[in-house]
């Protein structure tokens, strides 16, 4: 079974440097644009996840009601 | 490949950008400093030396590091053309000719034309009292740019690179 990892890694990498973005922005005081950064994060994060649940449901479409 | 060094590309121009505007933030501190020095100067040219202003702008202008210089200079400069122009207008324009150059604030600005409003209008006791005060006021402002550069420079660098980080994976 060839699965392509590569999204995942992606989606990881956004996380953790959103992460360290948050912290950055923390330290240099400036807490509510690390909030807004962090929020920024995450909704590219679910666009993305957005995007591959779609894929399956179109694939559990196709394999279920034989279109 | 290509890939690669465009990735590389982005990555080193956005760490670029948090760098060059992390550097007005280490710059300022330097010239507020060199500013402090040039009203030292000219409180010794004007109380002690007597010295006429135009040739004291000059002598402050040439002896300061060169952004701040230049404003003096040119204030100089045009003191000497003598169209007219008071101490106060050839300051200001000399300000607004060499202010994009600095990494001065709106602050600087106010304390340094309301010490034009005096210099070469009033007896030296006045003058004197002026520019004491217009060192107080810069002072505090150098202060608080130390303060402001111990908490951006770094924020402003590692926030050009990680952005350039995210541009990265969001696009590879």
Do not use: C
């Not at chain 2, 990555?11 to 330097?30: C, D, E, F, H, N």
């Not at chain 2, 000059?58 to 003598?82: D, I, Y």
């Amino acid at each position: 079974m060839d699965f392509d990892l590569t999204p995942v890694f992606q989606i990881g990498a956004v996380g953790f440097i959103t992460a360290i973005l948050h912290t950055v922005l923390k330290q240099a005081g400036k807490e509510d644009i690390a909030h807004w950064a962090t929020l920024v994060g995450f909704i590219i994060v679910l666009y993305m996840v957005a995007h591959y649940v779609g894929d399956l449901f179109t694939e559990v479409k196709r394999v279920f009601l034989f279109k | 490949m290509i890939k690669l060094i465009g990735a590389l590309m982005v990555l080193v121009s956005a760490s670029m950008v948090g760098w060059q505007i992390s550097r007005t933030y280490v710059k300022r501190p330097v010239q507020l400093r060199a500013l402090l020095v040039a009203l030292q100067m000219l409180e010794t040219e004007i109380v002690y030396g007597l010295t006429p202003l135009q040739r004291a702008f000059f002598k402050v202008g040439q002896r300061v590091n060169k952004e701040v210089g230049n404003l003096f200079l040119s204030a100089a400069e045009l003191l000497e053309q003598g169209r007219a122009l008071s101490a106060e207008e050839s300051l200001q324009k000399a300000m607004m000719r060499h202010w994009p150059q600095t990494a001065f604030r709106k602050q600087e600005q106010e304390v340094l034309a309301s010490l034009a409003q005096v210099l070469g209008s009033s007896d030296r006791e006045d003058q004197q009292k002026h520019l004491r005060l217009a060192v107080t006021h810069l002072r505090g402002l150098e202060e608080e740019a130390r303060a402001e550069q111990d908490k951006y420079e770094k924020m402003y660098k590692s926030l050009g690179f990680l952005g350039g980080l995210l541009a990265v994976i969001l696009m590879f």
